[in-house]
Every structure is written in structure tokens, then in C-alpha cells.
């Protein structure tokens, strides 16, 4: 927060003015990382814009490359080969690792690393041709392949940690022993050393998979917009025109938080980064208001994990999710829409009870920004943000909406700002970020994907699934609540496009065997592996606000889970009624009545969970029937939000009458109760 936004706290006079968030950019989920200098910054900067022409070579085709049609195999490999040996240099390999030098063994990591892709890329149309990834590779080929394995599970290791190589690595060299007996239910098809990195470096299927496709294909073009909105300074606009619009709400502070996390989100994708960013921004103002600072730090983080799920711009693994479904990203950010809205509504609602029971007023709106004037400042950034939506959903061009968005945003931004207009230097900083982003991708995603190509090559996901229908007895409720269940202990280790892999490929083709949306399946695994970010023990998005907030770690990730509660229940309602996810016959218009009694449930569930419901006030006043009237809200609430139909026994106005009968009677109590205890205006007078 810039010095004259802690003054305006303190001052009622002056106004709230923040300087642009994203002024001193760190996108890296991990940060324990080195900065680049001198010549590896410039061959960084390089090596990005190469890999960004590439990119809208492939997709534009623009036919750089005269007289030759390069193959989706050379180009993902040239991907990998440009921006997979930075790994090395940017992220150190122990904690003992100089930042301000690279050792001599990360750069013979790099070389290593860009010779074996150059091989591999150079012998992916000669594969293809001849087979190779089933057998008869050359041995040189093997030889590459073999080092590739073990420089991508260093990679991941680097950027994901001990918890992600431990869970991939396994899988990874599963093929080897894959028809051991005592594997049970996991026995299938074995393969020797050379077939199985033959299929996994070769194939289309492993490392040249899924992931690698969908960055390969939609996200550098997503990141690049986000990162060119970053800097072209909407982080500033986003963030005022949030504090102009609820500021003066009750708990205004924190209401803001939310909503700016929310547009911040839109842009990066990226659960710490916006924390980051956000929060910095957020957090301190909260504090000022009354909010203690592990709350403080709980509410960011929740408004924060909801960047990978909110469109336009989501995370990777929304682009992975298109891939694994066959769908066009437009798709996928549709079906995302109603599942945000509920997420963020969700936190809104707790906020306000949190801060009608504590009696946090909002902030004076002589203190805030105007918002005309916030406007005035910034209408591009909604221009340049339309033009996305409309490319996505009416011309349905994803591959091409975010680098036309870009160059509008930079062509308006270069005209109306002088505050923001690019230079030279700005230029190569811009290539600079989006490198490090790329490469922290590339090697989880690259890793990931000899995750998939194991289940492929041994055949033992279709096995799998039949062995989860008869563990949960084709009940579909049992099987989901194993499969959040399971979703939550991988998203305690992993990165959520890895826990969404992990699961797309072990747990969905079980529900989907059910007769389950296979769009609202992918969704599922998605949200819970999201909420794996403020939930303990690892809880990173908490664990990052809590260092903003000053307040202790763990007790600011279990203040996340209560804050965020309300978003647990969320997913089984679009798994319930594929309409929550805009899928089925009439999506639109039922999918807006269920959310409607969604968001009507959830004021109930908020209520009961923070003691305060809204109309009809702090549930202290009850006495000793606080708590069960509490526990009977959030029960009525759940009942209410839950859609009906489908694998529910009961019918939608059945299940919607149910949920009243708890509701009405348990607030009439409450209402009297509370205004039992509540003085009249004549006994507050002195006698």
C-alpha cells in the first residue's frame, strides 16, 4: 500500500489512493527464486519471445518457418527445449543454493536438458512415421529420452516440490513392474525400459501430452494478456474501482477484498500472486477497520483461491480440463461461471454476517475513490475485457482472442496513459515475467504429463474405475464424497493442476461411469484440488497471507477454513444438477432458478455459521438456544441450496419444501427470541 493510503486510514480526509499492485512483479508460485543478470536475463528474454512467436506462428499460421510445415510435435518440443532448461537457472536446487549465482551444475543441467529436446524434437516426425513410440527407437533416442525423464523429474521437483515429485515419480516408472501381482486392482500391461520412455518422450499421449498441449495451444496467450493487463497498470484500476464500489458497505474493507481478489483473479489465474498483490493491498486496510488480522488474512486468501475458477482468465488447469473433455476453453469458462458467482456470493454472505455480529462499520466515503473518476482513468480495461468474452463465446477463438485482446490493451494503453505507456525497458520486463511464469508451467506441466502417459501405456484406468464402482456400490454420493475426499488429501501436496490430473485420469471415468456430466465430473475435482489452497496443514494461499497479515500461520488456515466453509458444500450441488455447470437441455434458465435457491441457501448456511442472519439479527440474543437454532439454519440452508432430481431421490420442490420446513419455524423462533431480549426504546431511558 502506497503511504498515502495508510495516511487516508488514519486522516478521514484524504482519500484512499493505492499505487499499482503489480509494480514490482513476482508471478512464481514458488518464492525461492533466482533473479537472472546480465547475459541469462537477456537469453531469458529471448528465449520468451521466441517462444511467444512460435506461438502465434502455430496458431495464426503464419507459415514462419518458409517452405516447411512444422509438425504439433517439433513445435511442443521447441516449446520445451526454449523454456524447460531455464528451470535450473531460476529455481535453486536445495535451500543451501547461491541466488545470486548459478553453480556450475544448473548450467550443465540447462545444456543437458536443451540437447536432448533438440534430439528428441529433431526425431518426433521421423517417430511418427516409423512407429517408434511402440518400439525400434534408435539409441540415441533412448539415450535422449532416458535423460529427459530424469532432468523433468528434477524440473518438478524444483517447482513443485518434494510433495509433487513423490507423488508423480512413482506413477511415472509404474510401467516397469506395472503386471506385479501384488499391485491388485493397479496390475497391468509391463513395459522395458526402452518401450516405456519410447512412449513416454515420443508419444503423443505422456510428456507431448494433455498438459503440454493446452499450454502449448490456449495458455501463453492467456498469460501473456494477463500479464500485459498487469503491467499496463489494471491491477490500480481494479483495485479502486472495488474500494469505490463497496467500500461503504458494512465490513466494507473486506468486501472490497473480495471483489478486487475477484478481478485480480480474472487476470493472473494465480492463487499466490494474487494474494500477493491483493493483499498487500487489502489486508492492512481490514486490519484499520477491525478486523483481527488472522480474519484479515483468512478472507484474502479464500477471495484469492477463487482466481484459478474465475473467468475470463482461469488458471492452467482449466485449459487442461478443456483438453482432457475435447471442449473449447470457451466451454469450460461458461461452465465456471455459475460455480464462481456461488463461491464469491458464498464469501460475501459470511463477510456480512461476520461484520453485522462484530459491528465493523464500513469505511466513510469521503475516504474512497470516486468512482467516475476510477472509470474515466481506466474504461479501456473493461473494452479490452468485452473483446475477450466476445471472441471467446460468440466467435469461439480462443486460441486467438487473448493475443488480439493484448494488442488492443497496448495500442489503447500506449494512447490514453501516460502513467503506464510502455518503453524499451518495459518491453523486456514484460518478456521477463512471462518467462518465469512459462517456465515454472512447462515444468510442472511437462512433468504431469508422463503421469498420464503411464495410466496410458499400462491400460489400467478402465479396470480402475470398475473397481471404484464396486468399492462404492454405484452409489454415486459415496463415490463423490471419496473422490472430495481424496481431492483434498492430493491438494494438500500437490499444485491443482496436478491433483485435477491425478483425478481426471484415476477418479473420473468412475463417475462418469455412474451417468454422471462429464463436465460437471471435471469441474468437481477441480474445485475441491482448489481448495486444497486454504485448507491445512499446507493451506500456501493462508500460509502467504498470514506473512502479510502478521498473524500466525496455522491459526490463519483454519480461520480460512471457517471463513471458506460455505464453498465445500458448493461443488456437490453442480455434480447433483449439471445445470449449476450450464450443461443439459434447458441450462440457462434452470441453471439460473438453482442458483437463485443456491444463493437463497447459502444467506441461511453464513447465518448459522457466524451467528448473525441477516433480517433478523446477532443470534446471541437467543440465549441458550443460540446454537441449535444456529445448527438448524445452516441444516435448512444446505437442504434449500441442494438441487433436487437427478441421483436425489426427491424432486426438486420436494427437497425445496423440506429445506422451508426447517427454515421457516427456526427463524420465527429466532426472530422472537431476539427481539425478547432486545430493549425497547422506553427501557433505555433513565428512570
Known amino acids: 500500500m502506497s503511504p498515502a493510503a495508510s495516511e487516508s486510514v488514519a486522516a ?129 533416442v533412448i539415450v535422449a529420452g532416458v535423460i529427459m525423464w530424469v532432468v523433468l523429474m528434477e524440473a518438478l521437483r524444483r517447482t513443485g516440490g518434494w510433495s509433487l515429485l513423490l507423488s508423480v515419480l512413482p506413477f511415472t516408472v509404474y510401467p516397469l513392474f506395472a503386471d506385479a501381482k501384488w499391485l491388485g486392482p493397479f496390475r497391468g500391461t509391463q513395459s522395458t525400459l526402452e518401450q516405456a520412455t519410447a512412449y513416454h518422450v515420443l508419444s503423443g499421449e505422456s510428456l507431448l501430452g494433455i498438459p503440454i498441449q493446452a499450454f502449448a495451444d490456449t495458455v501463453i496467450g492467456f498469460l501473456v494478456f494477463g500479464t500485459a493487463l498487469m503491467m499496463t497498470g489494471a491491477g490500480k484500476f481494479f483495485i479502486n474501482i472495488a474500494f469505490a464500489l463497496c467500500g461503504t458497505f458494512r465490513g466494507g474493507a473486506a468486501k472490497v477484498c473480495i471483489f478486487a481478489s475477484g478481478l485480480l483473479g480474472m487476470m493472473s489465474g494465480s492463487i499466490i500472486s494474487n494474494v500477493l498483490t491483493a493483499g498487500t493491498m487489502t489486508i492492512p486496510v481490514m486490519k484499520k477497520s477491525g478486523f483481527r488480522a488472522s480474519y484479515a488474512g483468512a478472507i484474502e486468501a479464500c477471495a484469492s483461491t477463487g482466481a484459478v475458477l474465475a473467468p475470463p482468465v482461469m488458471g492452467a488447469t482449466a485449459f487442461v480440463i478443456a483438453q482432457f473433455l475435447n471442449v473449447s476453453y470457451a466451454d469450460v469458462a461458461l461452465a465456471a461461471i455459475i460455480p464462481a458467482a456461488l463461491y464469491y456470493i458464498g464469501l460475501f454472505m459470511q463477510v456480512d454476517s461476520y461484520a453485522a455480529r462484530h459491528g465493523l462499520k464500513g469505511i466513510p466515503r469521503s475516504e474512497l475513490p470516486k468512482v467516475w473518476d476510477t472509470i474515466k482513468a481506466g474504461w479501456y480495461y473493461v473494452f479490452v475485457i468485452a473483446l475477450l468474452i466476445v471472441m471467446l463465446l460468440y466467435f469461439k477463438r480462443e486460441s486467438h482472442a487473448p493475443f488480439y485482446a493484448t494488442a488492443l490493451l497496448l495500442v489503447l494503453n500506449q494512447i490514453f496513459s501516460k502513467e503506464t505507456r510502455w518503453t524499451s525497458a518495459t518491453v523486456s520486463k514484460f518478456l521477463e515475467v512471462n518467462g518465469r511464469t512459462f517456465v515454472e508451467l512447462v515444468g510442472i506441466l511437462a512433468g504431469c504429463g508422463l503421469l498420464i502417459g503411464a495410466f496410458s501405456m499400462t491400460g489400467v484406468v478402465s479396470s480402475l474405475a470398475n473397481d471404484l464402482l464396486r ?160 445448527v438448524l439454519l445452516i441444516i435448512g440452508g444446505f437442504v434449500v441450496a441442494t438441487p433436487g432430481g437427478g441421483i436425489m431421490p426427491l424432486s426438486q420442490m420436494q427437497v425445496t419444501l423440506i429445506g422451508l420446513a426447517i427454515l421457516v419455524p427456526t427463524v420465527l423462533v429466532a426472530l422472537a427470541l431476539i427481539r425478547r431480549q432486545t430493549p425497547m426504546p422506553n427501557q433505555l431511558r433513565a428512570p
Not at 32 to 51: E, F
Not at 74 to 84: P, V
Not at 549 to 564: C, D, L, R
Not at 587 to 607: D, K, N, Q, V
Open 12 to 140: 478521514p480526509a484524504q482519500r484512499i489512493e493505492f499505487d499499482d499492485p503489480h509494480a514490482n512483479m513476482q508471478e512464481a508460485e514458488v518464492t525461492r527464486v533466482r533473479t537472472l543478470r546480465g547475459a541469462w536475463r537477456w537469453v531469458l528474454v529471448v528465449a520468451t519471445a521466441v517462444t511467444i512467436l512460435l506461438c502465434i506462428n502455430q496458431q495464426f499460421s503464419l507459415r514462419f518457418f518458409l517452405g516447411y510445415t512444422q509438425l504439433n510435435t517439433e513445435y511442443f518440443y521447441l516449446l520445451i527445449a526454449l523454456m524447460l532448461p531455464f528451470t535450473f537457472l531460476i529455481f535453486p536446487g536445495t535451500e543451501r543454493s547461491p541466488l545470486d549465482r548459478i553453480p556450475w551444475y544448473d548450467i550443465l543441467l540447462f545444456v543437458l536438458t536443451f540437447a536432448c529436446a533438440i534430439i528428441l524434437m529433431r526425431s518426433v516426425r521421423k517417430a511418427a512415421e516409423a512407429g517408434w513410440e511402440f518400439g525400434g527407437a534408435p539409441t540415441y
Open 471 to 630: 468399492i462404492a456400490g454405484d452409489n454415486a454420493l459415496l463415490l463423490l464424497v471419496m473422490c472430495a475426499f481424496t481431492s483434498l488429501v492430493l491438494g494438500l501436496g500437490l499444485t491443482t493442476t496436478a491433483c485435477y490430473i491425478f483425478l481426471a485420469i484415476l477418479v473420473a471415468p468412475a463417475l462418469e461411469k455412474l451417468g454422471l456430466n462429464r463436465m460437471a465430473v471435471h469441474m468437481f475435482i477441480f474445485y475441491w484440488g482448489m481448495l486444497s489452497s486454504i485448507t491445512p496443514p499446507v493451506a500456501i494461499a493462508s500460509f502467504a497471507a498470514a506473512g502479510i497479515a502478521g498473524s500466525p500461520a496455522m491459526k490463519t488456515g483454519w480461520e480460512s477454513m471457517w471463513v471458506g466453509s460455505i464453498i465445500y458444500f458448493i461443488p456437490f450441488f453442480f455434480v447433483l444438477n449439471p445445470a449449476l455447470v450450464l450443461q443439459g437441455p434447458n441450462p440457462y434458465l434452470e441453471g439460473l432458478g438453482l442458483m437463485a435457491l443456491a444463493g437463497f441457501g447459502t444467506l441461511f448456511i453464513c447465518g448459522g455459521i457466524q451467528g448473525y442472519q441477516a433480517f433478523v439479527g446477532d443470534l446471541r440474543g437467543a440465549g441458550a438456544l443460540e446454537w441449535p437454532l444456529r
